[in-house]
């Protein structure tokens, strides 16, 4: 596999002044590709650590992106450290000379001289273009390994991997087979299950398996030849072993699977939450189109609230209390009648950091979906988890039932990681 490596430069970047978006967007993105960018060495605005650091990595990789020190400021080094390597002279590049003329004249601004060191760069450099400013870009051949220098600021460096980097690897440098990522999204399991579970399959010596932990997921990533009958038949065993646990493939979120299911069953949803407090609804209208079924959203955060937004029976809060199998039906029930609906969602719980009691400990959520048919509800204990974490598994939880129902699965799940105490299946009255 191509060894692609990133240098970032500046002074501003090593002391903690600005986060380096750059980097992680690029090993996003070449991961998308299918590339691993196996290093990133991070140096500051020093001519002889450039230097050195050019020289170290050389040897390394097969392609080098040097992010950064393209600007006019005397602090602006990677050009003439990059020469200094090459032992050759900084040129002016008079057609990029004329762009930068041309830029200043059209807004009526005078060209600042410093400005003219934009368009130098090693003797022996090829050019990069850069449509978004006056930087240019340029690569260059270091002992068989491409150094490919792009500007910092980040629309103009994105837009350059994009419509340069990119090509350039296919076209120049050998870059013939291109490999494909499969990514499988897993809820309620933890990673070193996970692992455990994947640790003994054969899967061809082409195949790279990956992990990825972000709260409350795990992204399984399987990386191959695309097309190859190995990579087809890796996903395959790694799906099979996984099974259930897989709650999407090529998605990142739960909500982004329900926005894509939703419009393609031409199904609608409303939402009635108490202790996640709108999170579930904020999700779902982060994606635009959300509007084509999301009917509402009601946040019914106060037993007042659940009995007057919502008209859920006083006597079952006082009786069973707001947390409970019976409220949660009822609020799951009533969303879905009142914005006529195909689905209703309902969340009731104790998120925390005070409120529980001995019989309803703090992570006492319950979850309810009503269907055409019926109101699916469980009540789950989320352990030892902060008060957001706890809406966060609330949300995928309610999310899942729904994916699940939607693929024509049995709502209700075993999650290893989660406590599942009771759940029920209400026959939906007719008249709701």
Known sequence: MLRVELICTGDEVLTGQIVDTNAAWLAQYLFEQGLLMQRKTLVGD??????AVFKERAP?????VVNGGLGPTTDD?????????????LVMHEAWKKRIESFFHERGVQVPESNYKQATMPQSAILIDNDCGTACGFRVLVENTWFFFTPGVPHEFKA???QQFMPFLQAETGLQTRHELCRLLVFGFGESLIQDQLADLMLGEQIQIGYRAYTPFIQVKVMGEAGSSEFKAAITKVKDRLGGMIVGENFNYLAEVIHALLPQKQQTLAIAESCTGGLVSSQLVEFPGSSAYLIGSVVAYSNFAK?????????????????????????????????????????????????????????????ALATSTHVYVQQVLIRHRSRMLVRQWATAIA???LRRELTNTAPIFDYGLIQREA????????SV
């Not at 020093?46 to 230097?51: E, Q, S, Y």
């Not at 390394?60 to 080098?64: G, K, N, R, S, W």
């Not at 029920?424 to 009255?429: K, R």
């Open 307 to 367: 009995t007057h937004l919502l008209g859920i029976d006083e006597q079952v809060i006082q009786q069973e209390g707001a947390v409970s199998l019976e409220v949660a039906t009822q609020m799951a029930s009533q969303v879905k009648h009142r914005h006529q609906s195909d689905f209703g969602i309902a969340i009731t719980g104790i998120a925390g950091p005070d409120g529980g009691t001995i019989e309803k400990p703090i992570g006492t959520v319950v979850i």
């Open 160 to 162: 350059m991997i994009q």
């Open 60 to 64: 390394a990789a097969d392609v080098i």
């Open 77 to 89: 080094l990677s050009r003439e450290a990059m020469a200094a390597v090459l032992n050759e002279p």
């Open 423 to 430: 759940d029920i299946a209400v026959p939906l009255p007719q």
């Open 46 to 51: 020093r001519f002889d650590d450039l230097i």
């Open 399 to 401: 999310y899942d039932m």
